[in-house]
């Protein structure tokens, strides 16, 4: 069954596509369909229970690269993976890039993602200069920023057709490493102040925090990339099977030693870049440790810092610890898209186990009467009244549905 990386809803899908072939592509006649990438959403915007998936894996090859301009042209199913290695080499890397590296070009457009460098850079839509959209009526439509599918279809969530290419504008870099600070502190207070001070001096920050520690201790990651010789990790653990070990107990375990080993490897060290944005790829299929029934990740974006306060407390009070919970700061650089979900202010990101709906609807109140949102990448909960709010152009966006492609995502919140 093809599932997301939260496993959580299951979908039955009547079809799944394989596309292999830019050239001469045809889509089903019949839908309702959807692209899926590589699953890397977590609820249900890449499922279409009851419906088609296109499986866009096969469409995986590099069309042009200009060294000059940086900018590369490649097919929608290219992972942003296998760009890195082709040109992580060369001095050029992606402008923006997710906790993954296992994400397709399609699904990093189509969810509009972000990275730790929002306050500089925005979103990955910000730097994809033109795209190919196949629509079911047969036209394939080659469109640039200026252009209103364009500005629907990043961030579009897959409903305005398939992108078979789309070409991004790589920036250059002093190749393989980043100077990164582990910087441990306690409470919101002094995040926001470490993220005020690091902002303006670095590209890339982030931080964890233990919420259900006594002060909120956490630690905040900055970082920029530097020139230096540094090995690429070798060693990668999977997950074999099912092993539901995330716990009350195991979380407290982890997040106590992991704030330990963070403090003991110091303040500052000079990194491979993979482990630095990509420290969850170590593990793969690391959604196993939540078990069959999988898990749901509230993460959502609140314009001002009491919001934020509001929501860390009431997670704290629920004691719904997570070992991942991840705090940033958006800047105000725009995002391109319509249904775009990053905007000025704070983000929190955390796992629950799938069984934790209250603790979500809680979260998500808690978010919305702050005038936040939620990342549909994330979302397998959240309610129509919550989406249409905290997307205010999204009946401008709908006038640029492709009629054939649809999602789980879409008919739950959107009837
Ligand atoms: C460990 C981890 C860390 C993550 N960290 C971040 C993060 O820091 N920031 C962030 O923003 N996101 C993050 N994500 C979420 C992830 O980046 C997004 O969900 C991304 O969209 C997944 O890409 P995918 O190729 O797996 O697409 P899928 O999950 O398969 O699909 C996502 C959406 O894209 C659409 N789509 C896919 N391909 C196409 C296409 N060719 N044409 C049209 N539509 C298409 C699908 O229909 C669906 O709506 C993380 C995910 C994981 C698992």
């Keep these: 069954m093809t599932e997301s990386w939260g496993r959580y809803p299951q979908a039955r899908h009547t079809a799944e596509v394989r596309l292999h072939w ?11 369909m959807l692209a899926y990438g590589q699953g890397r959403s977590y609820g249900d915007c890449c499922l279409n229970d009851g419906g088609k998936l296109l499986r866009t894996a096969g469409l995986d090859r590099f069309i042009s690269f200009d060294s000059r301009s940086g900018l590369l ?12 290695r082709l040109m992580v080499p060369r001095g050029f890397f992606l402008p923006v890039v997710p906790g993954t590296k296992h994400v397709s070009v399609g699904g990093a457009i189509a ?3 972000h990275g730790k460098n929002h306050h500089r850079a925005g979103t990955f839509g910000a730097h994809v200069r033109r795209l190919e959209l196949l629509r079911s009526d047969g036209e394939a439509r080659e469109i640039a920023p200026e252009d209103r599918l364009f500005q629907a279809t990043v961030g579009g969530l897959g409903l305005t057709g398939l992108i078979t290419w789309a070409e991004i504008a790589l920036r250059r870099i002093p190749v393989a490493a980043v100077r990164m600070e582990a910087i441990p502190f306690a409470g919101l207070d002094e995040f926001v102040a470490l993220s005020d001070e690091s902002d303006a001096g670095y590209e890339y920050t982030v931080a964890w925090v233990d919420v259900l520690s006594h002060a909120q201790r956490g630690i905040f990651f900055r970082g920029d990339h530097v020139a230096g010789a ?19 107990l195991t979380v407290l375990a982890f997040n106590a030693a992991y704030y330990a080993a963070q403090k003991l490897a110091g303040r500052s060290r000079v990194q491979h870049w993979d482990p630095f944005f990509f420290p969850l790829d170590g593990i793969g299929h690391w959604n196993r440790l939540y078990g069959h029934r999988g898990f749901l990740q509230f993460q959502c974006v609140v314009p001002a810092r009491e919001g934020l306060r509001e929501l860390l407390d009431e997670i704290a009070r629920l004691g719904a610890g997570s070992p991942l919970t991840v705090l940033k700061k958006f800047g ?5 898209g319509m249904l775009s979900f990053p905007r000025p202010g704070f983000t929190v990101a955390i796992d ?13 109140s808690i978010a919305a009467g702050a005038g936040g949102a939620l990342y549909p990448a ?12 905290s997307y205010p152009r999204l009946d401008e966006f709908k006038r640029f ?4 492609f649809s999602s789980s995502f879409w008919r739950r919140v959107a009837g």
């Design 22 to 32: 830019r050239a001469g592509l045809t889509l089903p006649l019949v839908g309702p």
């Design 73 to 84: 042209r490649c097919e929608a199913g290219v992972t942003l993976g296998e760009i890195l």
């Design 111 to 113: 969810n509009d993602i």
């Design 230 to 248: 540094v090995r690429a990790p070798r060693t990668r653990t999977v997950v074999p099977t099912d092993l539901p070990v995330v716990n009350a």
């Design 332 to 336: 105000d650089v725009p995002s391109p």
């Design 352 to 364: 629950l186990p799938s069984s934790e709906i209250q603790t979500f609807a809680r979260l998500e």
């Design 378 to 389: 994330k979302d397998a909960r959240m309610s129509a009244a919550t989406f249409a709010k």
């Design 401 to 404: 549905l492709d009629p054939a």
